[in-house]
């Protein structure tokens, strides 16, 4: 790996590869587009200071995953509350405003009954839908069997079904 010693364009572009993805995990499991930005940061920090210590066997997409996790729980536990997300609607410059409305609502809402979820269920379920990722690579990152991993997203899904039946605004 070129970016072990010390290549700071390597490191620039494993920035450039996962900060998108990186960004929209952190700020779910955060709440807040601005907090999960500096987890983020943090996280490429801390993983750049312990490239040393990656396992080359593993996938590095599971390992900087699981850096970012660490990162929003321990600042979680600092900041003892969870701020919303932010609500606010952008609109497409599509033709039909209606149905972009439509279509952002029910992603709000969506997101709404996600952050009404415990993290232990919440976290999966992000990583599974949002970001796309296996049961293997939720299991490295979350560092829990993959049985767990599917009870969890299971169950998750159940919760959210009931959340937003209960919540429909």
């Not at 010390?6 to 490191?11: E, H, N, Q, R, V």
Request: net charge positive; hydrophobic share 35%; with cysteine.
């Amino acid at each position: 790996m070129v970016v072990r010693t010390k290549d700071k364009d390597a490191y620039a572009e494993i920035i450039k590869r996962y900060q998108t993805k990186l960004m929209r995990y952190a700020s779910s499991i955060m709440g807040d587009e601005h907090m999960g930005a500096d987890v983020v940061q943090e996280s490429f920090i801390k993983a750049y200071i312990n490239l040393n210590g990656f396992d080359m066997k593993k996938k590095f997409s599971s390992w900087i995953y699981r850096i970012v996790h660490n990162e929003a729980m321990n600042m979680l536990g600092k900041h003892k509350k969870q701020t919303p997300m932010d609500d606010t609607v952008e609109f497409d410059s599509g033709v039909n405003i209606e149905d972009d409305f439509i279509k952002n609502e029910l992603i709000r809402h969506a997101h709404h009954c996600l952050e009404l979820m415990p993290i232990l269920y919440r976290e999966p379920l992000s990583l599974f839908y949002l970001e796309e990722k296996s049961y293997e690579d939720i299991s490295d990152i979350l560092r829990i069997p993959i049985g767990t991993v599917g009870t969890r997203v299971n169950r998750a899904r159940g919760m959210m079904k009931k959340i937003c039946q209960k919540h429909i605004t």
